[in-house]
């Protein structure tokens, strides 16, 4: 391999070790950022506002809403934690809509004592059911966000803190510096604050425009790959013109032989009684029936029917996972006849056209009430639905795996596909070929048994 300068005619001689050695490190970073980028989702993010709306004799009253802006990735319980680094000495005097975890040192203070003394606090929502007196628009659900296309009016959070020993200008005032978003645990990234246009409210008349004093922004952006190592779902395959069924791939999510905390794995469900009814044992670990693929999730697309104008696939999304309820899933399917979708049956639809001109894409969840709660697993732990789509002339062929998804996700995250080699393809002859290999084959024998008879 040899590098030509553009300053010199002479050639410089790597040695061959040296350039694959090369190759691999910039793949792995290449790996890295793909995987923190989402094509199916390019402008999704939380951003964080922070309003300030007074100022006290030592500091301000600022609000901090969380805006769900990902148009399929929620955040589940127990919900989200917000964390930063103050920039001076700056103390929380109290909150609304929320708590920090850790207090602090506040012994230097007396009398009137702070909410939060640390210099990097962190924050959290108040649960359902908090009182009245201790609430504030869009708090208390337990850290829970929804997904901005599912539910937007449950896509966004917020809490009230005042701030003491801070700045009371907005040239004094300094920035909070290192935000961190668990939710609930690693996987988004959080960029400085920015110093915005202030932002403007109108009152319940809409007759009367306020605006902040001051505000800015944080946008958090996820990674699956920093979220976690390994997938958390899988697909399986099959198709009425092919017996074969293909599972999801081995080890898809883990091997049984790997895993390392006791109990993570079980055969029988009776076992759920004495683990979960014994609260010692209980934790948010995931605790999965025994499978070859070990995913908490598993969606098996079957194409169930064909007619003259139209096909039918048959979707189901099974929880492995004797410790989760999946509340508010959804399903994110990428196929080339999106565009054509006709009917569906017992889950909601929304088209996503992240790029325009483009309509391959749709997400799915559950009828509230009727199919948006994934239960545990067990007998019930499955939903299900039906697709029916429109043919395509011009595009339409059930050969070469045309009738299989390309990408599927689950609650936001990529679930791991077989590969293309294995799936159910078309038979080589088709059932109008056997039928008249049939008829000659009968054919043939009756006139040979004509001749032998008169013979």
Known sequence: MEYFSSRTTRSVTIPNSFAVSLLLLLSCFAFTS??????????????IKWDIMSWTPDGYVAVVTMFNFQAYRHIQAPGWSLGWTWAKKEVIWSMVGGQTTDQGDCSKFKGNIPHCCKKNPTVVDLLPGTPYNQQIANCCRGGVINS??????????AFQLSVGQAGT???TVRLPKNFTLQAPGPGYTC???????????????KRRVTQALMTWNITCSYSQFLSQKTPTCCVSLSSFYNDTIVPCPTCACGCQNNMTQSGSCVSESPYLASAVSDPGKYSTTPLLQCTSHMCPIRVHWHVKLNYKSYWRVKVTITNFNFRMNYTQWNLVVQHPNFDNLTQLFSFNYKALTPYDG??????????????????QAGPLGNVQSEL??????????FDKGWAFPRRIYFNGDNCVMPPPDAYPWLPNASPGTIIYLLQLIITTLAALAFLVAYA
């Open 34 to 47: 793909t995987e923190a980028y989402d094509a199916l989702d390019p402008t999704g993010n939380i951003t």
């Open 148 to 157: 901005w296309v599912q539910d937007p009016s449950n896509a966004v959070s």
């Open 169 to 171: 200008t907005n040239k």
């Open 191 to 205: 960029g400085p604050a920015k110093i915005v246009k202030a932002t403007k409210f109108v009152t319940a008349d």
């Open 358 to 375: 483009l309509n391959d894409t749709a997400m799915l969840w559950g009828i509230k009430f009727y199919n948006d709660l994934l239960m």
């Open 388 to 397: 029916l789509f429109r043919k395509d002339k011009l595009t339409f062929t």
